[in-house]
């Protein structure tokens, strides 16, 4: 059973918390990672969710994400979605995300990392990640138009690209 802090509109805590899979309350949300890995050649490293997973079974999405369960920090979310789904140890202590994004019922953080991983020494979660490759943005676009990546608008896969490098809005 995973326990999720309850966040108020304006991301503070309200000291409530839901078990996930229940319904929220008006007014209420959660707290969503995601970390996305690229390599120095530019390439994101994606991984195939396992066939009986529920909700986008046998696609390919970015390289990690997941909820924050109850008393995570959106940075020890991240290392620990990291960690459980391929088995690398991520240091995002001091780090803040890239940028957020709203949604319906809560935030996500989007964490852009440029590290070079032997995706081979790689420890993949059976129950979630059947396996993980590196991508071009080309071949991401590419597997959208096909249906066998989860369907993020392009416009984010291009940001996240875009953003690999940077913090914030412009080019230094």
């Known amino acids: 059973m995973e326990i999720w802090d309850i966040y108020d509109k304006d991301r503070k805590l309200t000291g409530r918390t839901m078990v996930r899979g229940e319904s929220f309350e008006a007014g209420d949300f959660h707290l969503v990672v995601h970390v996305c890995i690229f390599n120095n050649k530019g390439e994101m490293l994606i991984q195939q969710r396992q066939p009986f997973k529920q909700g986008w079974s046998n696609m390919w999405d970015l390289t990690v994400g997941g909820s924050a369960i109850a008393g995570d920090t959106s940075q020890q979310a991240a290392e620990r979605e990291v960690l459980e789904e391929i088995g690398y140890i991520i240091n995002l202590h ?3 995300p890239s940028f957020t994004v709203n949604f319906e019922v809560g935030f996500d953080d989007y964490y852009l990392v440029v590290e070079d991983i032997d995706i081979g020494e790689l420890t993949l979660q059976p129950e979630e990640v059947q396996q993980v490759k590196w991508a071009s ?14 369907p993020y608008h392009k416009s984010l896969i291009n940001l996240l690209f875009d953003m690999r490098k940077y913090m914030g809005p412009r080019v230094p």
């Not at 080309?138 to 989860?150: K, N, P, T, V």
């Open 137 to 150: 943005r080309d071949e991401i676009m590419r597997m959208i138009d096909e249906g066998i990546f989860i």
């Open 94 to 96: 001091g780090v803040r």
